[in-house]
């Protein structure tokens, strides 16, 4: 049975930074590219940051330069270190898996984790 378990969202300031985790189980995790979504109120998800087998990044405009996305393939687990946050990064973050991270950022993945919410305010 595939899971993805997110951790690590809750409330910041403006300005701020939070680490994101993804656990994943059920597949061989090496053998999968990862990636991040979100979806803030009223709007459709979105891609926010991939991270490929051989852990090339890839990242959404909005995210560069604030973001960075790793994987420790021993713990089966990535990563997404968000800095300088802003109000309009407050969204449900989600972790996604597929073998493609072109597919990842068709919003295509084969697996989804159920979300952590992210919220800034002051």
């Known amino acids: 049975q595939v899971q993805l378990v997110e951790s690590g969202g809750g409330l910041v300031e403006p300005g701020g930074s939070l680490k994101l985790s993804c656990t994943a189980s059920g597949f061989t995790f090496g053998h999968y590219a990862m990636g991040w979504f979100r979806q803030a109120p009223g709007k459709e998800r979105e891609f926010v940051s991939a991270i490929s087998r051989g852990s090339r990044p890839y990242y959404a405009d909005s995210a560069k330069g604030r973001f960075t996305i790793s994987r420790d393939n021993a713990k089966n687990t990535v990563y997404l270190q968000m800095n300088s946050l802003e109000p309009e990064d407050t969204a449900v973050y989600y972790c996604?898996?597929?073998?493609?991270?072109?597919?990842?950022?068709?919003?295509?993945?084969?697996?989804w984790g159920q979300g952590t919410q992210v919220t800034i305010s002051s």
């Open positions: 996604a898996a597929h073998q493609s991270v072109a597919v990842i950022q068709q919003n295509r993945p084969d697996y």
